[in-house]
């Protein structure tokens, strides 16, 4: 059975740092691509970042520079490194899989998200 | 501002058809990528209802389909009923962002 289980999020002031990890079960991390998703509270659904099965990654404008994607196959486990964190990126974060079809493709299982909220 | 635009709410009584429409551009929906469709009942991740435009995943109901031309995209809900109370989400990729897009999400309430 296909599990993805976040953990790492807290309270955390501005222009502090936090990484989240997503802990995967049912099938290897690696040879997928990965996405993080966040919803702020009360909002929809932004895509944050991927990373693909090649190792390549890709960040929206929102992010980009500040948060960094990684995976540690040894622990089948993706993380995102928060760094130079805003009110702004108060959200819930999800670790998301994405299905096999390429960089367009659906997002097929998700984790129950993590709270992350920056405040002072 | 999401790049993929959806209506913020939509409504009907149990039993009958409603659509919500999911409008791109020709650096996402309009240039091939495929479009699909998340329920999202409140306090709960993201499920996928509709993946590459039309296709249901196993356990999602007859009553859940979608629909794309051009530049824009639909999903349509048949036979209401009040488990479908939720917020729906259209998601694309956008080549000009090189990632991922959302709609901003469509409330369903029904009456």
């Known amino acids: 059975e296909v599990q993805l289980v976040e953990s790492g999020g807290g309270l955390i002031l501005p222009g502090g740092s936090l990484r989240l990890s997503c802990a995967a079960s049912?099938?290897?991390?690696?040879?997928?691509?990965m996405s993080w998703v966040r919803q702020a509270p009360g909002k929809g659904l932004e895509w944050v970042s991927v990373i693909y099965s090649g190792g390549s990654t890709y960040y929206s404008d929102s992010v980009k520079g500040r948060f960094t994607i990684s995976r540690d196959n040894s622990k089948n486990t993706l993380y995102l490194q928060m760094n130079s964190l805003r009110a702004e990126d108060t959200a819930v974060y999800f670790c998301?899989?994405?299905?096999?079809?390429?960089?367009?493709?659906?997002?097929?299982?998700w984790g129950q998200g993590s709270l992350v909220t920056v405040s002072s | 501002q999401s790049v993929l635009t959806q209506p913020p709410s939509v409504s009907g009584a149990p039993g009958q058809r409603v659509t919500i429409s999911c409008t791109g551009s020709?650096?996402?929906?309009?240039?091939?990528?495929?479009v699909h469709w998340y329920q999202q009942l409140p306090g709960t991740a993201p499920k996928l209802l509709i993946y590459?435009?039309?296709n249901r995943p196993s356990g999602v109901p007859y009553r859940f389909s979608g629909f794309k031309s051009g530049t824009s995209a639909s999903l349509a809900i048949t036979g209401l009923q009040a488990e479908d109370e939720a917020d729906y989400y259209c998601q694309s990729y956008d080549s000009s962002l090189s990632g991922s897009v959302f709609g901003g999400g469509t409330k369903l309430t029904v009456l």
């Open positions: 590459g435009n039309s």
């Open positions: 020709s650096s996402n929906i309009g240039a091939g990528y495929d």
């Open positions: 998301a899989r994405v299905g096999p079809c390429g960089a367009d493709c659906y997002l097929d299982y």
């Open positions: 049912g099938f290897t991390v690696s040879n997928n691509y």
